[in-house]
Antibody, heavy 113, light 112 residues
Framework: QVQLQQWGAGLLKPSETLSLTCGAN????????WSWIRQSPGKGLEWLGE???????NYNPSLKSRLTISVDTSKNQFSLSLRSVTAADTAIYYC???????WGRGTLVTVSS | DIVLTQTPLSLSVTPGQPASISCRST???????????LYWYLQKAGQPPQLLIY???KRFSGVPARFSGSGSGTDFTLKISRVEAGDLGVYYC?????????FGQGTKVEFK
């Protein structure tokens, strides 16, 4: 059974870049689009963006200037990069294949000086 | 952005009794293809959300029949016919008709 495993740094300083990667264990990324979603106490659940196997992306306009989502189909992985983070970016970040309701376990990212 | 408003935000229920959650959208979620892009998720403590209902009224694979979704256009309802302990958590409606996808504020369901 395919599982999504995610990894990346959990503690950042303001102005640094948040980088997370999500990989499919036990199978291939099979759906058309894969997403990043975050959850913070202040803003609830927030959709960040999505990417497909050919690298076509859709971003949340509120983050578009700081956000890059990329894919490496040879490794069955997709990644998130969020630049110039602030405390407001502190959240649990999830990768997901929402078409089949497959989610990573979430990564708590804390931005603090 | 499309705004989804859930009511109530908190629901105390008696085990075995029904529960109902409303979700109202600022725009119709009906696509020209005939599909309605409204989903219902349940998030249990310490877990990512899990899909219950897609396209407003279709139960996702493995979801018990006590969960049902209804509604159209801008008004939607999630009903649980008999609430069980495993149903406790926060319920969210979500729209994917327009980018960015947006979520309701969440409805916390707990036992009395």
């Amino acid at each position: 059974q395919v599982q999504l495993q995610q990894w990346g740094a959990g503690l950042l300083k303001p102005s640094e870049t948040l980088s997370l990667t999500c990989g499919a264990n036990g199978g291939s990324l099979s759906s058309f689009f894969w997403s990043w979603i975050r959850q913070s106490p202040g803003k609830g659940l927030e959709w960040l963006g999505e990417i497909n196997h050919s690298g076509s992306t859709n971003y949340n306009p509120s983050l578009k200037s700081r956000l890059t989502i990329s894919v490496d189909t040879s490794k069955n992985q997709f990644s998130l990069s969020l630049r110039s983070v602030t405390a407001a970016d502190t959240a649990i970040y999830y990768c997901a294949d929402t078409a089949v309701d497959l989610w990573g376990r979430g990564t708590l990212v804390t931005v603090s000086s | 952005d499309i705004v989804l408003t859930q009511t109530p935000l908190s629901l105390s229920v008696t085990p075995g009794q029904p529960a109902s959650i409303s979700c109202r959208s600022t725009q119709t979620l009906l696509h020209s293809n005939g599909k309605t892009y409204l989903y219902w998720y349940l998030q249990k403590a310490g877990q990512p959300p899990q899909l219950l209902i897609y396209e407003a009224s279709k139960r996702f694979s493995g979801v018990p029949a006590r969960f049902s979704g209804s509604g159209s256009g801008t008004d939607f309802t999630l009903k649980i016919s008999r609430v069980e302990a495993g149903d406790l958590g926060v319920y969210y409606c979500v729209q994917s008709l327009l980018i960015p996808w947006t979520f309701g504020q969440g409805t916390k369901v707990e036992f009395k």
